[in-house]
């Protein structure tokens, strides 16, 4: 049974930081494509940012220069480094492992910036 697990989360600062992290109880986690989504209250979930199995990087234009998306395929885990987060970074974060039709979703982490 797979499992994708997200940890990490917590109340931050606005300006501070905070790392992500998700572990996927997968078989060759290293061909899996891995993501990470947020969802705020009244809003659908989003694309944060995702790495493919060779690496590219690709991120919402409101995280750009801030979070970072990174990956360790001997821990079968996927990281988010936060950066100067804002307000509007609130939300609950999901991590999701992809590989052809199939799709494992974590039940998230929460993130709640604030002063």
């Known amino acids: 049974q797979v499992q994708v697990v997200e940890s990490g989360g917590g109340l931050v600062q606005p300006g501070g930081s905070l790392r992500l992290s998700c572990i996927a109880s997968v078989s060759a986690f290293s061909l899996y494509a891995m993501g990470w989504y947020r969802q705020a209250p009244g809003k659908q979930r989003e694309l944060v940012a995702g790495i493919t199995s060779g690496g590219s990087t690709n991120y919402a234009d409101s995280v750009k220069g801030r979070f970072t998306i990174s990956r360790d395929n001997f821990k079968n885990t996927v990281y988010l480094q936060m950066n100067s987060v804002k307000p509007e970074d609130t939300a609950v974060y999901y991590c999701?492992?992809?590989?052809?039709?199939?799709?494992?979703w974590g039940q998230g982490t929460q993130v709640t910036v604030s002063s």
């Open positions: 999701c492992a992809r590989r052809g039709p199939s799709n494992y």
